[in-house]
Nanobody, 124 residues
Framework: QSHFVESGGALVQPGGSLRLSCAAS????????VRWFRQAPGKGREGVSC????????SYADDVKGRFTISRDNAKNTVYLHMNSLKPEDTGVYFC?????????????????WGPGTQVTVSS
């Protein structure tokens, strides 16, 4: 099966904004929910945000709620993560992966399409 390609990560100052892209390579996004994960230095991989198959439902981790927005454009086969008011604690490698729904009870082993990730560094 094919995979995602994450892009858009950069070095940004605290308070800045970034838009990450999660592009499906070799498959259609139409039938999948998609979740963004991140892995901070020295920490495990954690869920950040998820968007339902139809885009009608979005969920966020508590520490990014109100600052991050997830969206999808099926015509472009891409999911986005718009990040505002970035903090140093947001630093990490950001990944996306597909699932069948956005339940918090879906095990990470059930996700697929993992890409190489994109590095986000928030620092002055």
């Amino acid at each position: 099966q094919s995979h995602f390609v994450e892009s858009g990560g950069a070095l940004v100052q605290p308070g800045g904004s970034l838009r990450l892209s999660c592009a499906a390579s070799g498959f259609t996004l139409d039938y999948y929910a998609v979740r963004w994960f991140r892995q901070a230095p020295g920490k495990g991989r954690e869920g950040v945000s998820c968007i339902s198959i139809d885009g009608g439902k979005q969920s966020y981790a508590d520490d990014v709620k109100g600052r991050f927005t997830i969206s999808r454009d099926n015509a472009k086969n891409t999911v986005y993560l718009h990040m505002n008011s970035l903090k140093p604690e947001d630093t990490g490698v950001y990944f996306c992966a597909h699932t069948y729904n956005c339940s918090d009870f879906v095990a990470i082993t059930e996700y697929g399409g993992w890409g190489p990730g994109t590095q986000v560094t928030v620092s002055s």
